[in-house]
């Protein structure tokens, strides 16, 4: 059974806007953590929240919780076309099953 | 410090033959990950190891895949028969611990089964 779900499925930007990506899920978590993936390759940990925590931020990062939502979201300042990939939530839920969303596919354009 | 390693990077077999993949995880590291990805998802969890301990293998299909982790360092994962939807990469992560902690991936490995 999935886990959560990751909106939207893809995001297309010009350099220099921000990105924001959206994560739910379903049963209560642990901590929440996001992922990037360059085409091709493994993945790379951005930031991890836990379920106590409501924001934190990491350079051009921002991640935001809101557990009665069952929701995450990231934001991406001032996005550069470096910041092409894809993103993945991972959710280690209060039972520690650990399940990734679908991704969202971001393009930033130059 | 090293990172995760993996191999082969890429592999191209025939259905109902087999194929093994091996993993190396970063030093000290008592957790690693095996994750199935395939394109246009999200990776799947097949099996996770604390030492050479199985914590949870629970979406590993056991009647044609198998893992081992014997000394609690190297890993390998093994597929016997090979299906056509097993065609994906196959992804090792590790961890200093199981639960709440960043995974550190390797670069994966892509198989094609035909």
């Known amino acids: 059974s999935q886990q959560g779900e990751e909106d939207p499925q893809a995001l297309s930007i010009q350099e220099g806007e921000n990105a924001t990506m959206n994560c739910s899920y379903k049963?209560?978590?642990?901590?929440l953590q996001w992922y990037r993936q360059n085409s091709g390759r493994g993945l790379v940990h951005l930031i991890l929240?836990?379920?106590?925590?409501r924001e934190k931020h990491s350079g051009r990062l921002r991640v935001t919780l809101d557990t009665s939502k069952k929701s995450s979201s990231l934001l991406i300042t001032a996005s550069r076309a470096a910041d092409t990939a894809s993103y993945f939530c991972?959710?280690?839920?209060?039972?520690?099953?650990?399940?990734f969303g679908e991704g969202t596919q971001l393009t930033v354009n130059p | 410090e090293a990172g995760v390693a993996q191999s082969p990077r890429y592999k191209i077999i025939e259905k109902r033959q087999s194929v093994a993949f091996w993993c190396n995880p970063i030093s000290g590291h008592a957790t690693l990950y095996w994750y199935q990805q395939i394109l246009g998802q999200g990776p799947k969890l097949l099996i996770q190891f604390q030492n050479n301990g199985v914590v949870d293998d629970s979406q590993l299909p056991k009647d044609r895949f198998s893992a081992e982790r014997l000394k609690g360092v190297d890993s390998t994962l093994k597929i016997q028969p090979a299906k056509l939807e097993d065609s994906a990469v196959y992804l090792c992560?590790?961890?200093?611990?199981?639960?709440?902690?960043?995974?550190?991936f390797g670069p994966g490995t892509r198989l094609l089964v035909l």
């Open positions: 992560a590790s961890s200093l611990q199981p639960l709440g902690e960043t995974q550190y």
């Open positions: 929240i836990r379920s106590n925590e």
């Open positions: 991972f959710q280690e839920t209060s039972g520690s099953r650990l399940t």
């Open positions: 049963t209560s978590i642990n901590n």
